[in-house]
């Protein structure tokens, strides 16, 4: 058994959590929206379509704010094939995932479905078929009241009031060769800085988020940001990130060891953008929208998985099924997040039903939790609050992270992991203190010793473990509470410290209350 200690203090904190780092992502892909959150007919509908049991699963979950159409969709979307009369709508061939696009959802039916859930939607604009116009069109059409073209269009189409979407992304992985129209650092640092400028005339109290590259192992990232943020500094006020962790290799000890990749990446991407900002003498910072995230891998390299022939409407492409050892680089991934609260505002769980997703449908049929779900909803639940500094006394190992893009092999050396990975968050106005612990050990317990200064007198209010001695353990339509939480005993509290142990290849959440 190792022995782990932490030093935490209510004094020293990293930042507070945005409400909008505990978001999620739906785009038109596979059975996202057609069959998942979308499914006019099915027993569980409500008038317009709507799954009921899919929205309750949706507000347990906890989400704040979710993505819309798109991702790689996004890049070829006509935002007026989405609204009007259903019946008079389109059908029309995307070529992101090779699929009919019916349009039976849109912009309007989407903003409805955000209430209902509810969350906060964020659009993202098609830069790369489309441009400026069309992304200050549909600005107009969203969130302007009344007495111009599009606004009025809107009104006609039975949403009188504006929508008053205020996050907006300014297109979607454009220096990726999969996107339609691609383009170059500087090509899309132009065309954003004139969308960002025309939508801004359109509403001036929206937010943008400038596209970084598409993932860190693309050839382009790092002189990408930086080109980019040249162009459109002034305009914005984040730039994205997306990340994908996998166990493609079958290494179970690399896995876990992939979100200390992220955190490299947000520190990464802070360097680059604060680089921009001193060269323009600029006190502004920009902040980060790490817009996709997420473990992603059995699904994502076989041609069959991704595109399935003739054109159908909403195929079951991309449903990866997580497992437990999924469940723990997930939280370790969410960890990550919150202990760059100071600068990563926005973050997207990619996606949300389905596709890549927490939450799992049967067309007609019922839905269920993933694995994931449960360390994504304690984390949006309890991870509210200001992010403390934690010092880690913790024995490591080492491991290399097999991330390859197309055919190159890349492996990413990892010479000092710990085996435990922690966040704090302090909740102010509730007097607690939450920690997310994973023990990335496959075989020894962790015995975890807390010292947290400034909080005397508290008591245990919560304490949950995920654990399963089978790391390929899932959950099933057959099986649906097969990996769930389960209380963590022998979790004692005296004084400002905690004691407890942590089981191999586990994922933890302690909450402590002001004792009564």
Same mark, same amino acid.
């Given at each position: ?17 945005? +409400? ?34 899919? @929205? ?40 992101? /995932? ?12 989407? #903003? ?20 400026? &116009? ?17 606004? &009025? ?21 454009? &220096? ?24 801004? /005339?359109? %509403? ?18 790092? +002189? ?60 502004? +910072? ?6 996709? /995230? ?5 699904? +994502? ?19 990866? #099924? ?26 997207? @769980? ?17 839905? /269920? ?9 304690? *984390? ?22 097999? %991330? ?37 050990? @496959? ?39 097969? *990996? ?33």
């Amino acid at each position: 058994m190792h022995t782990v200690t932490v030093l935490l203090d209510r004094d020293f904190a990293i930042g507070t959590t945005d +409400r909008r780092l505990f978001g999620a992502f739906v785009e038109h892909l596979g059975r996202c929206v057609y069959g998942g959150i979308f499914e006019p007919g099915h027993p569980a509908a409500d008038e317009r379509g709507f799954r009921r049991d899919v @929205l309750e699963l949706v507000r347990e979950l906890g989400p704040t704010i979710v993505r819309y159409p798109g991702g790689n969709f996004a890049s070829g979307y006509d935002w007026e094939d989405g609204v009007g009369p259903v019946g008079d709508r389109p059908r029309r061939l995307d070529l992101a /995932w090779l699929s009919t696009e019916p349009n039976a959802f849109g912009t309007n039916e989407f #903003v409805d479905w955000c209430r209902a859930a509810p969350v906060e939607p964020m659009l993202a604009v098609n830069l790369g078929t489309r441009g400026p &116009d069309a992304a200050r069109g549909l600005v107009e059409y969203c969130n302007h009241p009344g007495g111009s073209a599009l606004s &009025d269009l809107r009104r006609r189409h039975g949403w009188e009031w504006p929508h008053g979407i205020k996050l907006w992304c300014l297109g979607n992985e454009m &220096d990726a060769p999969w996107q339609m129209g691609a383009k170059t650092a500087a090509e899309y640092g132009r065309v954003a800085t004139e969308a960002a400028k025309m939508m801004k /005339w359109i %509403d001036p109290t929206v937010e943008l988020v400038a596209c970084g590259s598409s993932a860190r192992n693309m050839p382009t990232f790092g +002189r990408w940001e930086d080109v980019v943020l040249e162009h459109c500094f002034d305009h914005v006020e984040l730039i994205s990130l997306h990340t994908y962790l996998n166990n493609y290799a079958g290494d179970t000890a690399a896995f876990l060891a992939s979100p200390d990749l992220m955190d490299r990446f947000i520190e990464e991407v802070v360097a680059i953008a604060d680089a921009v900002a001193a060269r323009r003498r600029s006190a502004k +910072r920009i902040m980060l929208s790490f817009d996709e /995230w997420n473990v992603w891998y059995r699904t +994502r390299r076989n041609p069959e998985d991704r595109t399935v022939p003739g054109w159908p409407v909403a195929p079951a492409i991309l449903e990866e #099924v997580y497992t437990m050892q999924d469940a723990l680089a997930f939280g370790g991934a969410g960890i990550a997040l919150l202990n760059h609260a100071d600068r990563v505002k926005v973050a997207c @769980l990619a996606q949300l039903v389905n596709v890549i997703a927490p939450i799992m449908t049967e067309t007609g049929g019922p839905a /269920w939790r993933q694995t994931i779900f449960h360390p994504f909803a304690q *984390i949006s639940r309890l991870g509210r609050g200001r992010v403390l500094r934690a010092r880690i006394d913790c024995p490591t190992y080492q491991a290399s992270y097999y %991330d390859p893009r197309g055919a190159d092999e890349q492996r990413f050396p990892l010479p000092a992991v710990p085996y435990l990975k922690l966040a704090a968050v302090h909740d102010d106005r509730a007097g607690s203190l939450t920690l997310f612990a994973l023990n990335r050990s @496959l075989d020894e317990e962790l015995r975890l010793e807390v010292t947290a200064r400034g909080f005397p007198g508290v008591a245990v209010d919560q304490a949950l473990q995920m654990h399963d001695r089978d790391l390929d353990a899932a959950n099933t339509k057959e099986a649906p509470e097969r *990996i769930r939480p389960w209380p963590l005993e022998d979790v004692t509290v005296a004084g400002d410290r905690l004691r407890t142990t942590l089981a191999p290849a586990s994922w933890n959440t302690i909450r402590l209350t002001p004792a009564p």
